[in-house]
Every structure is written in structure tokens, then in C-alpha cells.
């Protein structure tokens, strides 16, 4: 059974770094795809960045130059690191992840999602 487990959100302040980090466990799992996604109170969730096939990535014209997405191979935990946070980065942040699995096929995962508040 594949479940994505994530850590690193917490409390900080304006200016601050956070490091997100989210895992898949599972076996017999190729995964295609990890993504980080936020959803702030009283918004729709979004798309905030993207790491797919050989580290090609993708971000949200929010976070560009500010949030890095990584992960050191395709089976390792893809990582956010953000730098510069302002109070509207605040939100409960989500993992991402398209997985193949012979039983499922290619399927999206979530993690149960960690929260991030940026205090001013």
C-alpha cells in the first residue's frame, strides 16, 4: 500500500526558510511524479511546485525564485525548500505523488498535509 509521509512545517517568520520533506513507502513502486501543494484558509488548493521524470521542475509564478522542489533520485523524498516566506505562504501544505503500482496502475497519492504559518 503506498502512503506519502511528510515533515518540516512549522512556525516562522517573515524572511524565514522552511524545508519540507515528503517520502513514499511502498513496494514495487515507480513514481512518476511528486508535487507540492498548499491550500490557505478559504482558498482553493494549489499547485505550488512540481518535480517530474529526470528532476525537471515547474513552480507557481508565487514561489518562482523563492522555493526550490528536489529530490536526489526518483525513489528518494522529494523536498521543498523555502526561502524568503511571507504571511501569504502561510497554508496547510500537501505532498503530492503520481505512483505506478501493478495493482493500480499510475494513481495520485496525498499526504495528509503539514502546516506552514509565517508570522509578522
Known amino acids: 500500500q503506498v502512503q506519502l509521509v511528510e515533515s518540516g512545517g512549522g512556525l516562522v517568520q517573515v524572511g524565514g526558510s522552511l524545508r519540507l520533506s515528503c517520502s513514499v513507502s511502498?513496494?514495487?513502486?515507480?513514481?512518476?511524479?511528486m508535487a507540492w501543494y498548499r491550500q490557505a484558509p478559504g482558498k482553493e488548493r494549489e499547485l505550488v511546485a512540481l518535480?517530474?521524470?529526470?528532476?525537471?521542475?515547474d513552480y507557481s509564478d508565487s514561489v518562482k525564485g523563492r522555493f526550490t522542489i528536489s529530490r536526489a533520485s526518483a525513489k528518494s523524498p522529494a523536498h521543498l525548500q523555502m526561502n524568503i516566506l511571507t504571511p501569504d505562504d502561510t497554508a496547510v501544505y500537501y505532498c503530492?505523488?503520481?505512483?505506478?503500482?501493478?495493482?493500480?496502475?499510475?494513481?495520485?497519492?496525498w499526504g495528509p498535509g503539514t502546516q506552514v504559518t509565517v508570522s509578522s
Open positions: 503530492n505523488a503520481n505512483v505506478w503500482t501493478r495493482t493500480r496502475g499510475s494513481t495520485e497519492y
Open positions: 511502498g513496494s514495487g513502486t515507480i513514481i512518476n511524479s
Open positions: 518535480i517530474w521524470g529526470g528532476n525537471r521542475t
